[in-house]
């Protein structure tokens, strides 16, 4: 019965149709130009570490201590537990050449907060302020009388000594999300009974805080943040509920009790948290489509863009008055053998890791194009009209995106494969690939 339903798909595949990938996905042609850039990544294996890669020989030129990288991605602050696990090093580099700058020892067995997969590259490792003056620091959560004990440091960088402390007990474990910019406080995940709930640590006082206001829980999947322009709003996309059955209806007619995707912006200098439903229809019952969101944010903090390409829609929200401008079809990018791989897990289903988005969209230096890993390649969108320009790389699923600093070369991670594609961002035209272990982050490019 297999091999006829194949069949049948295959024969069905051979003709083409609307739906399919369009001419401009094919690979490009042209003179590309030669990638030969240092690339700084995060490899995060068994153990996680930053890898210095040369992009011409493939090569790795250096391996350092993975930690919390400054906001310019000039320096590293990691930590070595010492003495028994009750006392901790914190050690600064230089990036560019690993060399030791210095180190300062505080109590307790602690290392830079939160987990640094989930942290968006493009908007920097928010466990360091801007100004690199306070570093946030966290221990492995453990249990103690049936209770959860996470210990949480704030670290002054110039005198090495702790300036804010806090024990969290209870039935919770908890995660880092980011610094405020004025560095008086912090924002934490509670999560717990099910959900997560975004609450704040108060630097002076040392006391966790409850936020008010809709979009601070959720039950569902959020993205990676991005940050306005002066580091003071923080967005992020909740997927909402996927769509898994209907309420009870009358006759034929089926209403699924799914709830859309919304915007949080959350302001981190008043704790204020403001909500934006986008439309009901972008819902899904896809999971793995359904993790594919991605934003984006203009140079001046005007706009942001959620973009979905394995959903096949993108939304343009006015990033001030947190209103939607518009929303539009964009090209699906979706592998040839879908409706094939369909039916082969129906009938040998199999566990297969989930993609987790990080950077996953970015603009073009001159805010005119829009790059969004989908569920197969890159698609490019125009800013203005929001139309699909191209879906590039299709043979390739990808994790992360970085721009090189004269916006001339696109790198894009797919883990899948284990793969660094190298593609001119002007023509999408193949400039190479590079094998690489698992990698969450590309954090510095310098161009040579």
Request: with cysteine; proline share 5%; charged share 20%.
């Amino acid at each position: 019965m297999l091999a006829f339903l194949v069949a049948g798909c295959s024969a069905q595949a051979v003709a083409p149709r609307p739906t399919d990938t369009p001419a401009s996905a094919r690979t490009a042609t042209g003179s590309p130009r030669a990638s030969n850039d240092v690339l700084y990544v995060r490899s995060a294996g068994t153990s996680s570490a930053i890898l210095v890669i040369d992009t011409r020989s493939g090569q790795t030129l250096r391996t350092l201590n993975d930690g919390a990288v400054s906001a310019d991605a000039a320096r590293v602050y990691w930590s070595e537990s010492l003495s028994g696990a009750t006392k901790t090093a914190i050690h600064l580099a230089d990036l560019a050449n690993g060399k030791e700058l210095r180190t300062f020892t505080v109590d307790g067995d602690l290392r830079p907060a939160g987990n640094p997969i989930t942290f968006n590259p493009l908007v920097g490792d928010r466990r360091l302020t801007n100004d690199g003056r306070y570093l946030a620091l966290m221990s492995i959560p453990f249990q103690l009388d049936r209770e959860w004990v996470t210990k949480l440091a704030v670290v002054n960088t110039d005198t090495g000594t702790i300036a804010s402390s806090a024990e969290l007990r209870g039935q919770s474990t908890y995660g880092f999300v980011t610094f405020a910019p004025d560095g008086r406080s912090l924002f934490l995940e509670q999560y717990g009974d099910g959900a997560t709930r975004t609450r704040a640590f108060d630097v002076g006082s040392g006391k966790l805080l409850d936020l008010t206001g809709e979009g601070l829980v959720t039950t569902g999947f959020r993205t990676a943040g991005v940050l306005s322009p002066d580091g003071r709003t923080m967005f992020r996309l909740d997927t909402g509920s996927a769509t898994t059955n209907c309420t009870s209806t009358d006759g034929p007619e089926c209403i699924a009790n799914g709830s859309p995707p919304y915007v949080v912006a959350l302001d981190l200098v008043t704790r204020r948290v403001t909500r934006l439903m986008l439309p009901v229809a972008q819902r899904s019952g896809d999971f793995e489509k359904y993790l594919l969101w991605s934003l984006a944010i203009t140079p001046d903090g005007s706009t942001l863009y959620a973009v979905n390409p394995a959903l096949g829609v993108v939304d343009q929200v006015d990033a001030r008055q947190m209103s939607l401008r518009r929303t539009a079809p964009i090209t699906v990018a979706r592998a040839h053998d879908e409706v094939i791989t369909t039916i082969a897990r129906f009938f040998f289903p199999v566990a297969e890791a989930k993609r987790y988005i990080i950077g996953g969209a970015l603009l073009s230096p001159d805010g005119r194009t829009i790059y969004a890993a989908a569920h197969d390649g890159v698609a490019v969108i125009d800013a203005a009209t929001l139309r699909s320009r191209a879906v590039w790389q299709p043979a390739h699923q990808i994790d992360t995106l970085r721009l090189s600093s004269d916006g001339r070369r696109l790198y894009a991670v797919d883990n899948m494969q284990g793969k660094l594609a190298m593609i001119d961002a002007e023509t999408g035209a193949s400039l190479g690939e590079v094998g690489l272990p698992y990698v969450s982050a590309i954090l510095r490019i310098d161009s040579r």
